[in-house]
């Protein structure tokens, strides 16, 4: 894990052409249905994580709600949903291997999204962050890392240079 530095969020976000940037947890496990299991990536996202994308590619239901303590919803795209003869509403159960021991989680299905990107649908799926913090025994704060958005996509270059020297700064 990497611990959430708030003075590089806001050094990065000022930066020319940077919209957005915001942090993440990624986590492979393994989803099991009476008839098929399949791996996948979960992308533990926060309540402040931006949505636009997903919710315009969104088929049913929505992105996750964080009214709850911690969100038991789970987002999933169609050709995950499809494989897995999974609706709305169902159960998911997740499988998680760590340390050599099988731990599992139960999530409900909120949201169905297509994207149209194969290799993003067939393996990405989207839970509350703090299932995977609590999973990996990390402490509050911690992250795999961060997404940054940019407003300019011609200053992808500048930008990742210049990000590049930002969070040199913060590497101990």
Do not use: C
């Not at 969020?9 to 098929?36: C, H, S, Y």
């Not at 890392?145 to 300019?152: R, T």
């Amino acid at each position: 894990p990497i611990p959430v530095e708030t003075t590089l969020i806001l050094e990065v976000v000022a930066m020319d052409g940077v919209r957005r940037m915001q942090p993440f947890i990624v986590k492979p496990g393994i989803i099991k249905t009476n008839d098929a299991i399949q791996g996948v990536a979960l992308k533990g996202v926060d309540d402040k994580f931006e949505w636009d994308f997903l919710n315009s590619v969104m088929e049913e239901g929505s992105a996750l709600d964080y009214s709850d303590s911690i969100s038991s919803g789970i987002v999933l795209s169609r050709t995950l949903t499809s494989l897995l003869d999974l609706s709305l509403g169902d159960a998911v159960r997740m499988y998680f291997i760590q340390n050599n021991n099988i731990r599992a989680r139960r999530f409900t299905l909120q949201g169905v999204f297509n994207s149209h990107f194969p290799e993003f649908d067939e393996k990405m799926a989207f839970v509350d962050m703090r299932h995977l913090s609590k999973l990996n025994g990390w402490d509050e704060g911690q992250i795999s890392g961060y997404e940054v958005m940019l407003s300019d996509f011609d200053k992808m270059d500048a930008a990742a240079s210049e990000i590049a020297m930002k969070t040199s700064q913060y590497v101990g």
